[in-house]
């Protein structure tokens, strides 16, 4: 019921820049947190940063004072904007939104949705 769609991944050089774009569709009542999150090989999904509704954000200690998450609520959209980019950085990066589905009806379930990843690969 809830699609999303990942833009903006790729390769890029040490020290370069990237912006992710995530794009929520569907029967959509209203949008809670959004996030991305990130996965390297043999390691677990990790949280890189997140955004609440009413605008405040939380980031990974590796990724504080590089990265940068804002969202545009008009468009269902988030975005991650990433500076600095390292090695370490490389992996393939999801999407995750938090939110209330519109039934038509006064039922409201929530739901939670993953975008179809997108890879990151820094390297010289």
């Known amino acids: 019921q809830v699609q999303l769609v990942e833009s903006g991944g790729g390769l890029v050089q040490p020290g370069g820049s990237l912006r992710l774009s995530c794009a929520a569709s569907?029967?959509?009542?209203?949008?809670?947190?959004m996030g991305w999150y990130r996965q390297a090989p043999g390691n677990e999904r990790e949280l890189v940063a997140s955004?609440?509704?009413?605008?405040?954000?939380n980031y990974a200690d590796s990724v504080k004072g590089r990265f940068t998450i804002s969202r545009d609520n008009r468009k269902n959209t988030v975005y991650l904007q990433m500076n600095g980019l390292q090695p370490e950085d490389t992996a393939v990066y999801y999407c995750?939104?938090?939110?209330?589905?519109?039934?038509?009806?006064?039922?409201?379930?929530?739901?939670?949705?993953w975008g179809q990843g997108t890879q990151v690969t820094v390297s010289s």
């Open positions: 569907g029967s959509i009542f209203s949008i809670n947190t």
């Open positions: 955004i609440t509704s009413g605008g405040s954000t």
């Open positions: 995750n939104v938090r939110g209330v589905i519109d039934t038509g009806s006064s039922h409201y379930p929530t739901f939670t949705s």
